[in-house]
Antibody, heavy 124, light 109 residues
Framework: QVELVQSGAEVRKPGASVKVSCKAS????????IHWVRQAPGQGLEWMGR????????IYAHNFQGRVTLTRDTSTTTVYMELSSLRSEDTAVYYC?????????????????WGQGTLVTVSS | QSALTQPASMSGSPGQSITISCTGT?????????VSWYQRHPGKGPKLIIY???NRPSGVSDRFSASKSGNTASLTISGLQAEDEADYYC?????????FGGGTKLTVL
């Protein structure tokens, strides 16, 4: 069965960076985009970007350009999200999510499987 | 661009039906038939329950239905059950990215 398992909670000071992992299993890893979505306390969901595990296609949301980096390791079927220059407003639960459409069908931004979420707390 | 607008909370009794609205603009909900809905229980990742405005993924109960009119999408849950108590989020495609609603907390009384 499809499963996305994320790394554990993190605490960082303002200005630091954090790297969250998302290990995928149960499907063809290189055929589907992986997206990252976050939810800050009391806020809605916010899309951060997507990566094509099978190639070079990476798109970042405008709000995170220059601060977020998505990478992948096909040997371990793991995707990573690194967020730098952290500020208190980045305190949130971060999710990875698998695209429902395969790469060739094109993404309509439907996410059919999600990780369990990783709480990142930014505090001095 | 602002998030889609949902009521912050709603409630209903077992067996009743409730409808959650999601209002956007002509640049998102009104401009595309790519609306989805997610259900999220505490401590878990969201679950896709509706895509393409009104299609249910395999395994999702037919008590969940959805529609769209103009710039507003709606999710209807019929025959409310205790297990339906969760947060619900709408989403729409817009300009090569998804836009989400702020979420609606559904309480089953």
């Amino acid at each position: 069965q499809v499963e996305l398992v994320q790394s554990g909670a993190e605490v960082r000071k303002p200005g630091a960076s954090v790297k969250v992992s998302c290990k995928a299993s149960g499907y063809s890893f290189t055929n589907y985009y992986i997206h990252w979505v976050r939810q800050a306390p009391g806020q809605g969901l916010e899309w951060m970007g997507r990566i094509n595990p099978g190639g070079t296609g990476i798109i970042y949301a405008h709000n995170f350009q220059g601060r977020v980096t998505l990478t992948r390791d096909t040997s371990t079927t793991t995707v990573y999200m690194e967020l730098s220059s952290l500020r208190s407003e980045d305190t949130a639960v971060y999710y990875c999510a698998k695209d429902r459409n395969d790469f060739w069908s094109g993404s309509l931004y439907y996410f059919d499987y999600w990780g369990q979420g990783t709480l990142v707390t930014v505090s001095s | 661009q602002s998030a889609l607008t949902q009521p912050a909370s709603m409630s209903g009794s077992p067996g009743q039906s409730i409808t959650i609205s999601c209002t956007g603009t002509s640049s998102d909900i009104g401009g595309y038939n790519y609306v989805s809905w997610y259900q999220r229980h505490p401590g878990k990742g969201p679950k896709l329950i509706i895509y393409d405005v009104n299609n249910r993924p395999s395994g999702v109960s037919d008590r969940f239905s959805a529609s769209k009119s103009g710039n507003t999408a709606s999710l209807t849950i019929s025959g409310l059950q205790a297990e339906d108590e969760a947060d619900y989020y709408c989403s729409s495609y817009t300009h090569s990215r998804p836009l989400f609603g702020g979420g609606t907390k559904l309480t089953v009384l």
